[in-house]
């Protein structure tokens, strides 16, 4: 995976599909793999989710570099067909991370439409930040493990009802992540009022550090490290406060005094309103994933 991201600019798979890898899953998924004929090194994997009735299974899937332009890719991709087929009902979600065109175009020969377009914005940390207005009766304090989890997820599920991954997180999707060595309670602000009601949050992340993982095998990162909005919500009954910016405002300017240059955030392209709320803080357009959808 390292080696496939390092080529194209973009992990090949999603960080729900390497915790999953690294901790497990609730719920079994199947892994294809490609091995090579002589060494039987693993040269390609593709992942595949069976469990979700409403949107149908997804896949994900990485070629390492060296091994790309021999079909291993297609027959990953079909091979994770024929488990939809065999164990849902035949409808395939496909992701491509970077949107690279080797992987549209195999996509659509395999008869597979684009669907969904998960965009990465990034923005200077050294550029001018706003000061963090919060309206008034309302605090920011740091998230507490293990005392938070609950209501964190209440509002997380009312924020993303309608999101197809993020409002369907679990306790143990959240400890999985508070198990992580990126994770400091520090950088996960809570939004709340007198009472102590949570309203909304900002959890921010740093990729590029180095850290000792817990399960060991994890080789320090070469990049620069770089801040993440890593997941922003707002409980829709707060929504006339209008937290969105303030909170938004609040996990950069905790990142900017880590002393990090830069900060990225994942956004779907149909999100409009978040879109224009992070153009109109300064963030860019950096890349694309997609995902393709087989329909039957």
């Not at 060595?181 to 709340?192: I, M, N, Q």
């Not at 921010?204 to 817990?214: A, I, N, Q, S």
């Given at each position: 995976m390292r080696a496939a991201g390092d080529t194209d600019g973009a992990l090949p798979l999603s960080e729900h599909v390497v915790l999953h890898l690294r901790h497990g899953g609730e719920a079994p998924a199947v892994h294809l793999l490609a091995l090579d004929p002589v060494s039987r090194q693993i040269i390609g994997y593709a992942h595949v989710d069976t469990t979700d009735a409403v949107e149908g299974a997804s896949a994900e899937l990485v070629v390492h570099p060296l091994h790309r332009r021999r079909g291993l890719g297609r027959a990953l991709v079909t091979a994770a067909m024929a488990v939809a087929d065999e164990r849902a009902d035949g409808r395939l979600r496909l992701w491509a991370h970077g949107d690279h065109p080797s992987a549209s175009a195999l996509a659509i020969r395999l008869g597979f439409d684009r669907a969904r377009v998960l965009l990465q914005l990034r923005r200077s940390l050294f550029a001018p930040l706003d000061e963090v207005a919060l309206p008034d009766g309302v605090r920011l304090r740091a998230f507490r493990p293990g005392e938070d989890d609950d209501a964190w997820l209440a509002v997380n599920s009312a924020a993303f009802a309608d999101h197809p991954e993020q409002g369907?997180?679990?306790?143990?999707?959240?400890?999985?992540?508070?198990?992580?060595?990126?994770?400091?309670?520090?950088?996960?602000?809570?939004?709340?009022?007198?009472?102590?009601?949570?309203?909304?949050?900002?959890?921010?992340?740093?990729?590029?550090?180095?850290?000792?993982?817990?399960?060991?095998?994890?080789?320090?990162?070469?990049?620069?490290?770089?801040?993440?909005?890593?997941?922003?919500?707002?409980?829709?009954?707060?929504?006339?406060?209008?937290?969105?910016?303030?909170?938004?405002?609040?996990?950069?300017?905790?990142?900017?005094?880590?002393?990090?240059?830069?900060?990225?955030?994942?956004?779907?392209?149909?999100?409009?309103?978040?879109?224009?709320?992070?153009?109109?803080?300064?963030?860019?357009?950096?890349?694309?994933?997609?995902?393709f959808q087989r329909t039957l």
């Open positions: 369907k997180w679990t306790l143990e999707d959240l400890r999985a992540r508070l198990r992580e060595p990126w994770f400091e309670a520090a950088g996960f602000l809570l939004a709340e009022d007198e009472d102590g009601r949570l309203l909304g949050f900002h959890w921010t992340k740093v990729h590029g550090e180095e850290h000792t993982h817990p399960h060991g095998g994890e080789e320090p990162h070469a990049h620069e490290p770089i801040g993440e909005v890593y997941v922003l919500g707002v409980d829709p009954q707060a929504q006339a406060r209008r937290l969105g910016r303030a909170l938004t405002l609040a996990g950069l300017w905790h990142l900017r005094n880590r002393g990090l240059a830069q900060v990225m955030l994942y956004v779907d392209e149909s999100n409009t309103r978040a879109v224009a709320l992070y153009q109109r803080l300064g963030f860019v357009r950096w890349s694309n994933d997609v995902s």
